[in-house]
């Protein structure tokens, strides 16, 4: 039995020993991969440079996003270069202007600067979460960076009403504050959106929209009900 199937082996590739490949049949394709020149800017590496261009060059990607904030349309600048550095900044600086104002608390203000801290950071988590739970698009930190440079109206909302506050704190500076702090409420919301709201389903985009409106009209009754000591 293992003779016959040997001896059919054999004549099934007898006749492969009499295959030789001509020398005159051309051969296509080639296996040298191409040697391009070089730009120098492809051979630059940000390692090299000084920390001083480094430093620079951040804070003109962070005031770009701020301008894009301000000035909100469908853009993919916050998407694509995402960073915390903004918000960072907006965080500490809106915590730095609540700590101590508030009036119920006759202790310094450091607890109040951790609740405003956790609050927006937080949040901004809950937030993420449910947009990709709700299948949206974007990346964690691209959610993180949207929400968090869109606190930038609410503080410029709370140096205003500080300043309000030295004036005066009547029935005309509650009005000024209230209206400056809601202004800037509808302003953080509609930007945030406007960043946002392509990367959900249609269908789910209200789901979505309604955790921010309340983080940020969180924020806002915050900076309303600020009362220096």
């Not at 006749?15 to 991969?33: N, Y």
């Not at 937030?127 to 299948?135: F, M, Q, V, Y």
């Not at 960043?195 to 409106?213: G, H, M």
Request: overall charge negative; charged content about 15%; glycine content about 8%.
């Amino acid at each position: 039995m293992a003779e016959a199937e040997e001896s059919r082996a054999g004549g099934v590739f007898a006749g492969l020993s009499d295959v030789s490949i001509s020398e005159d049949i051309p051969v296509e394709g080639e296996i040298t991969v191409p040697v391009g020149s070089h730009s120098p800017d492809e051979d630059y590496s940000t390692l090299d440079e000084p920390v001083k261009d480094t430093i620079m060059r951040d804070l003109k990607a962070v005031g770009k996003k701020f301008v894009h904030v301000m000035y909100p349309k469908k853009s993919s600048a916050l998407l694509r270069d995402w960073d915390l550095w903004g918000p960072l900044v907006l965080c500490v600086s809106l915590a730095l202007m609540l700590q101590g104002g508030s009036a119920d608390s006759k202790e310094d203000g450091g607890p109040q600067f951790a609740e405003v801290f956790v609050i927006i950071w937080f949040g901004a988590v809950v937030i993420t979460l449910n947009s990709k739970l709700l299948g949206g698009t974007i990346s964690f930190f691209q959610s993180l960076c949207v929400l968090g440079y869109c606190v930038l109206p609410l503080t410029v909302a709370m140096l205003v009403c500080r300043l309000v506050l030295l004036a005066s704190s009547g029935t005309v500076s509650f009005i000024v504050r209230l209206v400056v702090v809601m202004a800037m409420f509808g302003w953080s919301t509609l930007a945030s959106t406007a960043f946002l709201a392509d990367s959900q389903p249609p269908n789910r985009k209200a789901l979505v929209v309604y955790p921010i409106f309340l983080f940020y009209f969180i924020i806002s009754w915050m900076i309303l009900t600020f009362t220096p000591q």
